[in-house]
């Protein structure tokens, strides 16, 4: 039963789309995760007047073994669709990604000019402990995780797929070098109590990232899943404010 290693099971983790006004968002889950993460996010951003979009990437929701039989450009492929169909009915789309969701969001916004802007929460540029993956994909399945049990309503794996795992390092250095063709605005979240994600990410941002406008915020509470934590209002509000700031400016980025 896949439920042996899915942290609750009882959650909603499917794609979602709600259907809103001419400015959507386009809404990327982690490694290992749901889109359950990213549904607090797109209620409000929905309540807001904004079409959401949040696909359920290629591997999650279903079994470990899925997740190591996907390919980094498998979910570059799904989010470039999603954000196709939303830019069809929309004037102008921003993408929006937790940890592993924030790579592709650096990797599509290199790819794609016309998207409007980012916002990135813990985005997986500077993991820990993960390069280990490598050899371990020869000898284990799965690496258990530590600590998985508590209170927030994260739906997804309780293991660590390897060949998954490698696979999110390479999307890793594809979103490193994408970060010099990264031109659109960007808010980004870390905190300094994520255990899996280090804080060289945020200088890595500020040093390569093209964008002139970049606005980089460090949490002091918040765990690795930042949209759930406990500065969660603090963080939605914070995205609401500057996404408003800027379709009130309507404002164009760089070319």
């Not at 969701?101 to 402990?129: D, F, S």
């Not at 002139?212 to 934590?229: A, C, F, R, Y």
């Amino acid at each position: 039963m896949a439920d042996n290693y899915m942290e609750h099971p009882e959650l909603d983790g499917s794609s979602f789309y709600y259907q809103g006004g001419k400015t959507g968002f386009l809404l990327l889950h982690g490694f290992t995760a749901t889109t359950a993460e990213v549904r607090p996010l797109g209620e409000r951003l929905h309540a807001a007047g904004h079409t959401v979009s949040a696909p359920l990437l290629p591997g999650h929701g279903t079994h470990p073994d899925d997740l190591n039989k996907v390919r980094w450009q498998d979910w570059v492929q799904t989010a470039e669709s999603e954000y196709e169909k939303l830019s069809s009915q929309c004037d102008e789309v921003w993408v929006a990604g937790q940890s592993m969701g924030g790579l592709l969001c650096l990797v599509l916004a290199a790819k794609t000019p016309k998207i409007t802007g980012l916002l990135l929460y813990a985005p997986a540029l500077a993991m820990r402990n993960m390069r280990a993956a490598y050899g371990l994909q020869y000898v284990m399945k799965y690496l258990a995780k530590k600590n998985t049990r508590d209170d927030m309503p994260w739906k997804g794996y309780n293991v660590y797929p390897l060949k998954g795992v490698v696979e999110l390092l390479r999307l890793q250095n594809a979103a490193k070098k994408a970060l010099g063709s990264v031109t659109q605005p960007t808010l980004a979240f870390f905190s300094e109590k994520d255990a899996t994600i280090g804080l060289a990410g945020s200088e890595l941002l500020r040093e390569k990232l093209a964008s002139k406008e970049l606005e980089l915020v460090i949490l002091k509470e918040s765990p690795h899943v930042i949209l759930l934590g406990c500065e969660q209002e603090k963080v939605i509000e914070h995205s609401l404010q500057f996404v408003t700031r800027k379709v009130n400016e309507g404002s164009v980025h760089g070319s």
